[in-house]
C-alpha cells in the first residue's frame, strides 16, 4: 500500500507571498492532519480534517488554512508569509480521527527569505 | 495542561552499547503512546503503539514498555543505523491531536 505523499518537497518563498501543500493520505484513510515542526517548538498541530471538514485546529493563527476534496486528499495555505513560517511540514493521515495511529508523509521544507 | 518530556535529549552510543529512552507524560486517562523514528529532513516513521501499563512491543534491536506515568524505548546492541530522532506521542486532553515531546536524537557510533 502506497505511503503518505507530499508535494512539493522543497519551496523557497519571499515575504509577503503566500504557499499552497498538498498531502495524499494512505488508501482508506479518512483523517488527515497537518503538523509544523521547527527546531524550537518540536511538531505542532495545525489542523484536522475528516469527510471535507475541519475537525479540529490547533492554535495558529487564521493565515494558516487548509481543506480536504472528496478522495481525502488534502492542501494546506499560507498566506502572508513570515519568516518565522520556515519550518518543516508534515501531512498524517489515520482511519478515522487524529488521535490513532498516524503516517506521516516525508514532509515539505519551507523556506521564507 | 498535557505534556510529554523526553529525556535524554541527546544521547550518543558506542556500537552495541545498549541503552534507554524515556518518555515521562501527564495526560490523564491515556489513550495510547506512540513511539516514531525520524530521520533527518524525513518524516516520522511509526514504530509502536501502547495502550496499557505492562505492555510491551518488540521490533528488531528496539523494545517498548510502558507504566502509568512513563514509557521507555530500549535499544539493544544498537547498530549505527539506528542513529535517529526519536520521538514519543499521546492523545491530547483536547480530544484530537497528538502531543509529541521534543525527541531524543540518538548518535550510534562505529
Known amino acids: 500500500k502506497a505511503g503518505v505523499t507530499q508535494t512539493p518537497r522543497y519551496l523557497i518563498k519571499t515575504r509577503g507571498q503566500q504557499v499552497t501543500l498538498s498531502c495524499s493520505p494512505i488508501s482508506g484513510h479518512r483523517s488527515v492532519s497537518w503538523y509544523q515542526q521547527t527546531p524550537g517548538q518540536g511538531l505542532q498541530f495545525l489542523f484536522e480534517?475528516?469527510?471535507?471538514?475541519?475537525?479540529n485546529k490547533g492554535n495558529f493563527p487564521g493565515r494558516f488554512s487548509g481543506r480536504q476534496f472528496s478522495n481525502s486528499r488534502s492542501e494546506m495555505n499560507v498566506s502572508t508569509l513570515e519568516l518565522g513560517d520556515s519550518a518543516l511540514y508534515l501531512c498524517?493521515?489515520?482511519?478515522?480521527?487524529?488521535?490513532?495511529?498516524?503516517?506521516f508523509g516525508p514532509g515539505t521544507r519551507l523556506l521564507v527569505l | 495542561e498535557d505534556q510529554v518530556t523526553q529525556s535524554p535529549e541527546a544521547l550518543r552510543l558506542q556500537e552495541g552499547e545498549s541503552s534507554s529512552l524515556n518518555c515521562s507524560y501527564t495526560v490523564s486517562g491515556l489513550r495510547g503512546l506512540f513511539w516514531y523514528r525520524q530521520d533527518p529532513g524525513k518524516g516520522p516513521e511509526f514504530l509502536f503503539t501502547l495502550y496499557s501499563a505492562g505492555e510491551e512491543k518488540e521490533k528488531e534491536r528496539l523494545k517498548a514498555t510502558l507504566t502509568k506515568k512513563e514509557s521507555f524505548l530500549h535499544i539493544t546492541a544498537p547498530k549505527p543505523e539506528d542513529s535517529a530522532t526519536y520521538l514519543c506521542?499521546?492523545?491530547?486532553?483536547?480530544?484530537?491531536?497528538?502531543?509529541f515531546g521534543k525527541g531524543t536524537s540518538l548518535l550510534v557510533t562505529p
Open positions: 506521542a499521546v492523545p491530547s486532553n483536547s480530544g484530537y491531536a497528538l502531543n
Open positions: 480534517y475528516f469527510s471535507e471538514t475541519q475537525r
Open positions: 498524517a493521515s489515520s482511519l478515522r480521527h487524529s488521535q490513532e495511529t498516524q503516517y
